[in-house]
């Protein structure tokens, strides 16, 4: 069965980083996308990154161009989410999906539409920006 299940999340002071896990169970990561995403409280759940495993390209929404980067280790099933340079606005929970790669959406239209490509979500982890 699959499941997915994030960690790293923290309290963090601007300017700083947090690497966030997405360990998943069940399925090869091989054939799958995943992504992540986040939402603050009253607003719409956002896609942050997102990556197809098979070749490994990758979506960065554009506040985090620059500062975060997606990453992959297909032995460990983990997906990651490196975090730098971290901004108030930043603070959000933060969620990991899977669905399997259907081979034609691309990586920028799974990150996109609040994440209605992915059908399996992790709990998420909260990360918090202040000072």
């Known amino acids: 069965q699959l499941q997915l299940v994030e960690s790293g999340g923290g309290l963090v002071q601007p300017g700083g980083s947090l690497r966030l896990s997405c360990a998943a169970s069940?399925?090869?990561?091989?054939?799958?996308?995943i992504g992540w995403f986040r939402q603050a409280p009253g607003k719409e759940r956002e896609g942050v990154s997102c990556?197809?495993?098979?070749?490994?390209?990758?979506y960065y929404e554009d506040s985090v161009k620059g500062r975060f980067t997606i990453s992959r280790d297909n032995a460990k099933k983990t997906v990651y989410l490196q975090m730098n340079n971290l901004q108030s606005e930043d603070t959000a929970a933060y969620y990991c999906?899977?669905?399997?790669?259907?081979?034609?959406?691309?990586?920028?239209?799974?990150?996109?539409?609040?994440?209605?490509?992915?059908?399996?979500w992790g709990q998420g982890t909260q990360v918090t920006v202040s000072s």
């Open positions: 999906a899977s669905e399997a790669d259907d081979e034609i959406t691309t990586v920028k239209a799974m990150c996109g539409n609040h994440g209605s490509y992915y059908g399996s």
């Open positions: 990556i197809r495993i098979s070749d490994g390209s990758t």
């Open positions: 069940g399925i090869r990561l091989d054939y799958f996308a």
